[in-house]
């Protein structure tokens, strides 16, 4: 199971640190690939940033490229999204999800993704 937590209201050019940790699983955490994706209301689900098994490659969206980072900590069975130089239009519900067989070509498709957190609500006012 994933749990995605750390989301709140903030002011544009704000920062917040979400936190995916992970329960279960958590011997072979390291084994499994974890992103973040985001839905706001009326849009579809758009991929945010992933990171590869074992603290591998990372690879984030060309929206938010430069302002948000994801890293991970095996030992806490935990992965972080920290975000920074919020802007109005991150606004959205923020999910983890992780695989452990995704290879790196579908990194950004959620559909590739087997398990799923609850979500986090990020709102950035301007």
């Known amino acids: 199971q994933l749990q995605a937590s750390g989301g709140g209201l903030v002011q544009a050019g704000g920062s917040l640190r979400l936190s995916c940790a992970a329960s279960g699983h958590t011997l072979t955490f390291r084994r499994y690939a974890v992103g973040w994706f985001r839905q706001a209301p009326g849009k579809e689900r758009e991929f945010v940033a992933a990171i590869r098994q074992n603290g591998g490659a990372s690879f984030t969206a060309d929206s938010v490229k430069g302002r948000f980072t994801i890293s991970r900590d095996n030992a806490k069975n935990t992965v972080f999204l920290q975000t920074n130089s919020l802007k109005p239009e991150d606004t959205a519900v923020y999910y983890c999800?992780?695989?452990?067989?995704?290879?790196?070509?579908?990194?950004?498709?959620?559909?590739?993704?087997?398990?799923w957190g609850q979500g986090t609500q990020v709102t950035v006012s301007s």
């Open positions: 999800a992780a695989s452990q067989t995704i290879i790196q070509s579908s990194i950004r498709n959620p559909l590739q993704y087997s398990y």
